[in-house]
């Protein structure tokens, strides 16, 4: 079992930065992949990163590559997404998750979910 609780969500201005941080519980941390997606009003939830337990491997989706970067401290037990050059349309609930066998895109494969940390971007 893992527990998951996001944070540093908040408001920013288009062009500006965020990184959130997601803090996991559980001695197995370091055995699984993590991964952030995000979800608008109305909108489905959508892949945002992953990374593989051993933060060897990085996958982004085409929207936020260049400007979103997915890292993991096995020793603080927490993964990060930094992001930076944020639009408005970014502007999102975002959520991590985390699995022990799967590392992709699709939600519905990752086993563990965090509550999620709202990110809004003014223009």
């Known amino acids: 079992q893992v527990q998951l609780v996001e944070s540093g969500g908040g408001l920013v201005q288009a062009g500006g930065s965020l990184r959130l941080s997601c803090a996991a519980s559980g001695r197995t941390f370091s055995s699984y992949a993590m991964g952030w997606f995000r979800q608008a009003p109305g909108n489905e939830r959508e892949f945002v990163a992953s990374?593989?337990?051993?933060?060897?491997?990085?996958y982004y989706a085409d929207s936020v590559k260049g400007r979103f970067t997915i890292s993991r401290d096995h020793a603080k037990n927490t993964v990060y997404l930094q992001m930076n050059s944020l639009p408005p349309e970014d502007t999102a609930f975002y959520y991590c998750?985390?699995?022990?066998?799967?590392?992709?895109?699709?939600?519905?494969?990752?086993?563990?979910w965090g509550q999620g940390t709202q990110v809004t971007v003014s223009s």
């Open positions: 998750a985390a699995d022990l066998d799967y590392s992709g895109s699709y939600s519905s494969l990752y086993d563990f």
């Open positions: 990374i593989t337990w051993s933060g060897g491997s990085t």
